[in-house]
C-alpha cells in the first residue's frame, strides 16, 4: 500500500512561485505514473498534470502550460511541480496522486491529503 505526502503549499502573490513536493512511501515508485490535481472551493477537483514512469510523458492543464512544469526523481520516491507566474485563479487544494496512463489520458489510483496554495492578488 502506498502512501503520498504532498508538501511545498502556501501563500504567494500574483506573479509568485511555489514548488509542490509529493513523496511516495510504501510502494515502487518509479514504475507508475504520478499526477498532480487540485479543487478551488466549490468547483471539481481537475487534473492539472500528469507524468509518465520514465518522465519520457509529461501533460498539463491548456491553462497552465507554460507556467508549471511537473518532474520526478524516482531515486527519491518523489514528485515536483514547480509552479511560477502563478495567478489568483490558481488557488486550490493541490492534490498529488499515483496512477497510470492509458494511452493518452492518465487514470490516479491512489490520492495524497492535499496541500493548499493561496495566490494573492
Known amino acids: 500500500q502506498v502512501r503520498l505526502v504532498e508538501s511545498g503549499g502556501g501563500l504567494a502573490q500574483a506573479g509568485g512561485s511555489l514548488r509542490l513536493s509529493c513523496a511516495a512511501f510504501?510502494?515502487?515508485?518509479?514504475?507508475?505514473?504520478m499526477g498532480w490535481f487540485r479543487q478551488a472551493p466549490g468547483k471539481e477537483r481537475e487534473f492539472v498534470s500528469g507524468?509518465?514512469?520514465?518522465?519520457?510523458?509529461?501533460d498539463y492543464l491548456d491553462s497552465v502550460k507554460g507556467r508549471f512544469t511537473i518532474s520526478r526523481d524516482n531515486a527519491k520516491n518523489t514528485a515536483y511541480l514547480q509552479m511560477n507566474s502563478l495567478k489568483p485563479e490558481d488557488t486550490a487544494e493541490y492534490f498529488c496522486?499515483?496512477?497510470?496512463?492509458?494511452?493518452?489520458?492518465?487514470?490516479?489510483?491512489?490520492w495524497g491529503q492535499g496541500t493548499q496554495v493561496t495566490v494573492s492578488s
Open positions: 496522486s499515483q496512477g497510470t496512463y492509458i494511452g493518452s489520458q492518465y487514470y490516479p489510483q491512489v
Open positions: 510504501g510502494r515502487t515508485f518509479k514504475d507508475l505514473a
Open positions: 507524468i509518465n514512469w520514465s518522465g519520457t510523458h509529461v
